[in-house]
């Protein structure tokens, strides 16, 4: 294009808006302007101006050079400048010098990869404000964050039961096998093992290291391993008050900020009791205590430095260095991997504990073989007995406690429970029961007659009271109920002796004054001096003289085992061959209230026993436990000095006692009565014909007795040597508690045996578990029998007796020689002549002292009189067939005779004696014993 044809030049300078500018400054400042674009970059083409570029290019331009026109000069001329005289190189980017910025990025007068590198001004401002904001945000969470209350789970904690030697039994009650233990309970040992393999500084730090946090931090965010606190008490903090073990940043930073707060306001001492209380050591046990009896079954304060060490070394992960192994969680972590890494970080604590001065070198030195840690537990903790054993600790606590600790309390855990249990007692009593079993029970060979057999025992410490061993049944995990407790079986004879000591001390009643109910005047009886009628199917009289009836208006025929008939026997003899007869009707002569407080005052619960006033109640008609039943004989065997049964000694919480046992003896019968009912009992065991003879033990002394139920559904043997009484109770029930038909069976030909009696195997158990449980004991012998003061007359509002203090306690008891002396309970049945005193009889109420009583004629009047001559008068159906002046008995006949029958209420006749002297009781309405009128 031809240059005349080309378009006149344009005004430069950004437009109509420039032209606004221009034309509002004077015309000498624009000719300056002009004179400054002239003379700045060289000219365009034919020597014209370069175009400015707009409006975006003014702003740009303004920006770099400072005020408008000298931007808008500099930007023109490329060399020009503003007032600050940036000079450019054709207005790029960074060409010139602009306003300073406080952040100077994109870096100016740089250029490419330069211009986006950040300058180390600029990094270290960056970094220092980061740090200044983390600080800021720091200072204010701390401030804010308030240490939080230790979590449930690491509070919670099981009941732990011990043996009576302090052994641990079982630990259960809770879900967490824990034991919280005061700072001062933890041995200083364990808290310097402690600090030596993980925190050195724990005495003087915040609780925080910073470079193990930094070292887990960058662990974490590159991907790597994840890493635990570094500190005690971090670790504290993550186990017992965030109740969240996950490995995250945020978690972390709650961990720091808490574990700050801790160090800094918390005592270090509870720290580190809270951080040993909590930590998991493996096996299931959580917290140091409950590691110390798993691992080495004793208490955390009798752990040495060595046993501590080991502890110490469990928390860097028991998994792979319990020494047992730990192949079902990790396939590595064998029994041989896990022995050496336990043992070598065992040496090395132990050393760092030398270094550290925690641990005397000399003591070190004797550290030189690993401690020895017991194998795991296997099975169920609570499986045979030690059920059982725990659940009556676990009553006896609630129903005694002081405190109103409840169920509901005792099973949120805590409780250290030391029971009178000893474990070598109710181990062997568990397999004098099984050998037994095993020998005679067949289910399989007798179906019908040997299945759902259940055996039940206990032992009592007459001393004290202690339970010192229980069988429950074979298994507590399988069958439910223990049998050691009230289970519904009735005693049998085993209750006779309550009849008998409720007889020598609160004696017969007299006929002849007051009514069944009204005062009465009673006399004393004696064992072998008073004489009752044994006679089989034999009729149990009132007070009043009448015949018992039954609900059906049936004469009451009392039976005896066997249908044995024993006729005139005296209360040793009926004892010994367990006659009922006699004993049925002596409890009829007390009166049923009279035996039933005599039995209350042994130790058995009133609610055991049948309410009814009824004859069968002397002969074991009520069901009390085989714990009750020995506790109750336990008292004869102190010699009338009644100790209630216990089986917990003591109870602590949190190391501090809360619950002591006091021992609370009562005395429930004179020496007098006591020493009788057990040398009558002694004739039992002792005697060829005893039904107890097969309980005998060689060299000791034992008294006891047999008892067996009608229908055969329950056999019982309960005995006592000076140390130790035990009840053992048989019989047959489906073990099945939701079978709401179970009943008792019968037991005839049980174990291939006729009929069971407690003569058999409830006497042989008792046999085989005392022989060994008194395996080594001294052979005390039981106090001599004191005399009685048969005959003495008392009451007249029917009151007792008040039983007099013991002189000598029973557990003065001498050692018994290895051939005892003989005793009343080992002579032959004596007889009624022992006496030579020619006196009134001391049971007959109208005597006449100077004929030795009764009419010597021979005409003997129902109890009032007495034969002159040594010959035995029996009453009721007899008619005289001897002489009464003689020696002769008279038996015999239907009243026409001689003799009188007994009182006008058709009671007994005499019972008399060669010198007069007249024993017994009366069976229906007769003072003295006899056939019945």
């Known amino acids: 294009m ?244 996950s490995q995250t940043l945020s978690r972390k930073a709650k961990e720091l900020f808490i574990a700050l707060k801790v160090g800094t306001k918390g005592s270090k001492e509870k720290t580190m009791a809270g951080y040993l209380n909590t930590s998991y050591y493996g096996r299931g046990a959580y917290g140091l205590q409950a590691a110390a009896r798993t691992y080495f079954n004793k208490d955390a304060k009798d752990l040495n430095a060595s046993e ?47 270094k550290d001065g925690h641990l005397d070198a000399a003591k070190r030195a004797g550290f030189t073989a690993f401690p020895k840690v017991v194998p795991p537990k296997k099975g169920a903790q609570l499986s045979g007995q030690t059920g059982y054993l725990v659940d009556l600790a676990k009553a006896y606590f609630i129903n005694n406690n002081e405190q109103g600790i409840t169920a509901k309390q005792l099973a949120q855990g805590g409780y250290e429970i030391h029971t009178t249990f000893d474990k070598k007692n109710v181990e062997q009593l568990q397999a004098a029961v099984k050998k037994v079993y095993d020998a005679n029970i067949d289910p399989q060979k007798r179906p019908k007659t040997d299945t759902h057999v259940q055996f039940g025992g206990a032992s009592v410490n007459p001393e004290n009271g202690a339970i010192t061993a229980i069988y429950g049944g074979a298994d507590a995990t399988k069958h439910f109920t223990n049998n050691a407790d009230q289970t519904g079986a009735q005693v049998g004879s085993t209750f006779k002796p309550f009849v008998l000591a409720a007889a020598m001390r609160d004696g017969v009643r007299n006929p002849a004054l007051g009514s069944e109910q009204g005062p009465s005047e009673r006399r004393i009886v004696d064992p072998d001096r008073a004489f009752y009628n044994g006679q089989n199917k034999l009729k149990i009289r009132r007070y009043d003289g009448s015949v018992w009836k039954d ?71 009520s069901d009390p436990s085989a714990i009750r039943m020995a506790g109750a004989y336990a008292t004869f065997a102190a010699n009338g000095e009644r100790n209630e049964p216990y089986s917990v000694t003591k109870v602590l919480k949190s190391g501090k006692e809360i619950y002591t046992h006091q021992d609370k003896g009562a005395r429930a019968f004179d020496t007098a009565v006591a020493s009788n009912v057990t040398d009558v009992l002694r004739s039992v065991v002792e005697d060829p014909e005893g039904t107890g003879r097969k309980a005998a033990l060689p060299g000791r002394q034992v008294a006891g007795k047999t008892g067996t139920t009608d229908g055969n559904k329950s056999a019982w043997f309960v005995g006592y040597t000076p140390q130790l009484s035990t009840a053992i109770d048989m019989y047959r029930m489906d073990d099945d508690a939701t079978n709401k038909n179970r009943k008792f069976e019968e037991m005839f030909g049980t174990g291939g045996q006729k009929k069971i009696h407690g003569s058999s195997f409830p006497s042989e158990i008792w046999r085989e578990y005392m022989s060994t449980a008194l395996e080594g004991k001294e052979k005390l012998r039981f106090p001599e029998p004191e005399p009685l003061d048969a005959g003495a007359v008392f009451g007249g509002g029917a009151e007792s007796p008040k039983p007099k203090p013991s002189a000598s306690p029973s557990k003065s008891a001498s050692p018994s020689p290895s051939s005892p002396s003989p005793s009343k309970s080992q002579s032959s049945s004596p007889s009624p002549s022992t006496s030579s005193k020619a006196s009134c009889p001391p049971y007959e109420w109208d005597c006449d002292e100077e004929n030795g009583g009764g009419d010597n004629s021979g005409q003997v009047n129902g109890g009032n009189g007495n034969p002159a001559g040594g010959g035995t008068i029996q009453g009721g159906d007899t008619q005289g067939t001897g002489n009464p002046t003689g020696g002769g008995a008279v038996e015999g006949g239907d009243n026409s005779g001689n003799v009188n029958g007994g009182n006008p209420a058709g009671g007994s006749a005499n019972s008399g004696a060669a010198n007069g002297e007249t024993d017994g009781g009366r069976p229906g309405g007769g003072w003295i014993s006899g056939m019945e009128g």
């Open 2 to 245: 031809s240059e005349h044809r080309r378009k006149p030049p344009q005004p430069q300078g950004g437009g109509r808006a420039a032209a606004r500018r221009a034309a509002q400054q004077s015309p000498g400042h624009r000719a300056e302007q002009a004179r400054g674009v002239n003379s700045g970059s060289p000219a365009g083409p034919y020597g014209e101006e370069r175009p400015y570029g707009g409006r975006a290019e003014a702003r740009r331009a303004a920006q770099r050079g400072g005020g408008r026109r000298a931007g808008a000069a500099g930007g023109a001329g490329g060399h020009g400048g503003g007032r600050r005289g940036g000079a450019g190189h054709g207005g790029g980017p960074g060409d010139g010098p602009g306003k300073k910025r406080i952040i100077d990025y994109p870096r100016s007068g740089k250029h490419g990869w330069r211009r986006w590198t950040p300058s180390w001004k600029l990094v270290t401002g960056v970094f220092l404000g980061f740090a200044a904001l983390l600080m800021g945000a720091a200072t204010v969470a701390y401030a804010w964050v308030e240490i939080p209350d230790p979590a449930k789970i690491a509070k919670a904690q099981n009941n732990v039961y011990y043996w009576a030697d302090g052994s641990q039994m079982a630990a259960t009650g809770g879900e967490i096998n824990r034991q919280i233990l005061a700072y001062d309970a933890i041995p200083a040992e364990m808290r310097y093992a402690v600090m030596s393999a993980e925190n050195k500084s724990f005495e003087t730090d915040w609780g925080v290291d910073p470079s193990g946090i930094g070292r887990a931090v960058v662990n974490m965010a590159m991907g790597g391993q994840t890493q635990g606190g570094s500190t005690i008490t971090q670790q504290y903090v993550k186990n017992a008050m965030l109740d969240d073990q």
């Open 308 to 354: 501590c060490a080991f502890l110490a070394s469990l928390l860097k992960g028991a998994t792979y260095y319990d020494p047992a192994g730990a192949t079902e969680i990790d396939p590595t972590a064998t029994p041989q991997a896990n022995a050496d890494r336990a043992t070598k970080r065992w040496k090395w604590i132990l050393d760092e504990m030398v």
């Open 551 to 621: 609900e059906n208006g049936n004469e009451w025929l009392q039976t005896n085992d066997g249908q044995e008939d024993y006729k005139n026997i005296s209360l040793r003899e009926a004892m010994i061959h367990s006659a009922n007869s006699p004993f049925v009707q002596l409890g009829m002569d007390i009166g049923i209230d009279k035996v039933r407080q005599a039995a209350i005052d042994s130790g058995l619960r009133k609610e055991s026993l049948v309410e009814a006033d009824v004859p069968s109640f002397s002969i074991g008609i």
